[in-house]
């Protein structure tokens, strides 16, 4: 069967294909979505004239050379916590998930304890016990260790499953051919397995990324001048509350817009190539 036949009957397996009917309230719904989302982006437009929230002196302060390198400041501060996790977590998340996938019943008990735990657990809690729980034992960080640590630990967790599913949608045959020209079973995983893996994964990887920026907000609880705290500190310094939030989120969109985007095309990118193929 090609490959294009086995989409096409995943498909249908999923979902009906919607008839005439199906897509004319398919069209009537979305066109009523849109109509539904214009009137609320229009009634709070309203809402923001009537309240002078759109008047020009306060939104051209944002384009302050001194404005715009704090927010610089945050936003590296921002990118400089979700690189150095992802650097981190995504190595210590693949380690995670070949221990679970071990023979040995101990190693394997371990990552499945350490992977469901930080999965069930918000990073908010994580944070907070860095935070308090652990300097009343004696154990302080610095501010920058205090987001950083939890954020790896987190992600490390959930990119253990984005691994493991990886190794797992390795086609058998794959495996196979490695025993057949006498390859271990170490060696067959290295050059074998894991490289095929890692591509299939590249797309959600990145999409963890994604999670590691937003989850970089946190960084207020700890004081940590990020993006969002440093937001924080000029709605003090301006009085523009609405303004200066909106500014920032615009930030965040565009940066994981742009990381979507690039996943998005990985993906099909790597669709292309296995139809192809």
């Known amino acids: 069967m090609s490959a294009t036949a086995g989409s096409s009957t995943a498909t249908q397996v999923l979902f009906d294909a919607p008839g005439p009917k199906g897509r004319r309230r398919i069209l009537l719904l979305s066109i009523l979505s849109v109509v539904l989302i214009a009137a609320l982006l229009a009634g709070a437009l309203w809402q923001f004239h009537a309240n002078g929230q759109l008047d020009p002196n306060k939104w051209v302060v944002y384009l302050r050379a001194d404005y715009l390198a704090f927010l610089g400041h945050g936003l590296w501060g921002t990118l400089k916590v979700t690189a ?117 994964v590249l797309p959600s990887l990145i999409l963890a990324l994604v999670t590691l920026l937003k989850d970089s907000t946190l960084g207020y609880v700890v004081s940590y001048n990020e993006l969002q705290f440093q937001g924080k500190t000029l709605v003090s310094i301006t009085r523009y509350l609405v303004q200066t939030y909106l500014v920032v989120s615009v930030i965040y969109i565009v940066i994981n817009l742009l990381l979507t985007r690039i996943a998005l095309s990985l993906d099909a990118r790597m669709k292309a190539r296995a139809a192809a193929s």
């Open 84 to 200: 150095l996790a992802a650097v981190i977590a995504f190595p210590f998340g693949l380690l995670l998930a070949l221990a679970r996938l071990s023979r040995f019943l101990l190693l394997r008990s371990v990552a499945v304890t350490w992977i469901e735990f930080f999965r069930g657990i918000p990073m908010l809690l994580v944070v907070y016990a860095f935070l308090l729980a652990l300097p009343a034992f004696g154990v302080t960080f610095p501010r920058f260790w205090m987001l950083v640590i939890p954020m790896i630990l987190v992600s490390s967790a959930t990119t253990a499953e984005v691994f493991r599913a990886g190794i797992r949608a390795v086609d058998i045959g794959q495996h196979e051919a490695a025993d057949a020209i006498g390859l271990s079973r170490r060696d067959s995983l290295v050059y074998v397995v894991l490289p095929q893996a890692v591509r299939l």
